[in-house]
């Protein structure tokens, strides 16, 4: 399947046999622009990748809408070198009537362009985070704000995949995993392309691949992915400048001087370029719990 056959509409059915999950409103489609759904194990980088992809993209003459998808809301501060107030909140600023809305009052531009908004989420405990995914696409597609951008980019919380925080796969074209080369993170990726194999069955998105961040080496990932069928996208290797850019917040794009990082961000521009050209969906079979711990494991 090619990027041009993402458009083509399918027949909605529960998802799953016995799951409860988050459906969102058919009318509430992202039409135009290729959208991609960036998971994996909290904190193994997913806002940095998301922000300096976003940045690639832009880069490429790409117009480009990042939306966090965390209560934090700090998906994206290195590019708006802020906090932004999250969309639940400027609504809950005038009882969530959206129509007392500006644009301005919940998107901003970021670096090179980029648009930005956080979502942001529920207190914890009281609600769902689909609600939150669907409350922010409605208002953009109120606005119109979707109908200008090229690339959306949905960087969501951690390695939860309930129905609330699996919500932007129903979006989304292609499902993407940041992994490192170690126990956890892929344990965390084995179960993310569960769920986006599942929400492919009723749904558009397909699982792109995985993105290595924060690693020396790519061997154990490697090792995986061929065991499973999964693709390697990219490399990010673990310097210390993607750890300083977060503290001086800026992008990667914003650093110069450094041949390292000039490397990571030619690596950003040659990964957008190829997922702009379109990235074959991965057949993958993920593994059971039980067997991913034997295959990691060492005697």
Do not use: W
Request: hydrophobic share 40%; proline share 4%; glycine share 10%.
């Amino acid at each position: 399947m090619t990027m041009l056959d993402l458009g083509r509409p399918q027949v909605r059915r529960p998802d799953g046999e016995g799951s409860v999950q988050v459906h969102l409103d058919d009318g509430l489609g992202i039409d135009a622009a290729k959208v991609f759904a960036v998971y994996g194990k909290g904190g193994i980088g997913k806002s940095t990748t998301s922000s300096n992809l976003s940045v690639a993209f832009s880069k490429l003459g790409k117009r480009v809408l990042q939306i966090g998808c965390d209560p934090k809301h700090d998906s994206t501060f290195t590019l708006t070198k802020r906090l932004a107030p999250t969309v639940i909140d400027v609504l809950e600023s005038v009882d969530f009537h959206s129509e007392e809305l500006r644009p301005e009052d919940f998107m901003f531009e970021g670096y090179n362009g980029v648009m930005c908004v956080e979502a942001g989420g529920p207190p914890a405990g009281t609600g769902c985070g689909g609600y939150v995914v669907g409350q922010t696409v409605k208002l953009l597609k109120e606005h119109h704000l979707l109908d200008d951008a090229d690339i959306v980019i949905f960087d969501v919380l951690g390695d939860v995949v309930c129905g609330g925080f699996a919500s932007p796969l129903q979006h989304a074209h292609r499902g993407l995993v940041v992994a490192a080369n170690d126990f956890d993170s892929i344990f965390a990726m084995n179960r993310i392309a569960s769920a986006i194999q599942a929400k492919s069955k009723n749904y558009e998105v397909r699982l792109g691949g995985v993105i290595a961040n924060r690693s020396k080496a790519t061997d154990e990932i490697d090792r995986f992915a061929e065991a499973t069928g999964l693709r390697r996208l990219a490399h990010f290797p673990d310097l210390d400048a993607i750890r300083l850019s977060r503290l001086k917040k800026q992008t990667l794009f914003e650093m110069h001087g450094d041949p390292e990082v000039e490397a990571v961000q030619q690596e950003y521009l040659r990964l957008a370029q190829a997922l702009i050209d379109g990235v074959e969906p991965c057949l993958a079979t993920p593994m059971k719990d039980r067997e991913i711990f034997d295959f990691l494991g060492f005697e």
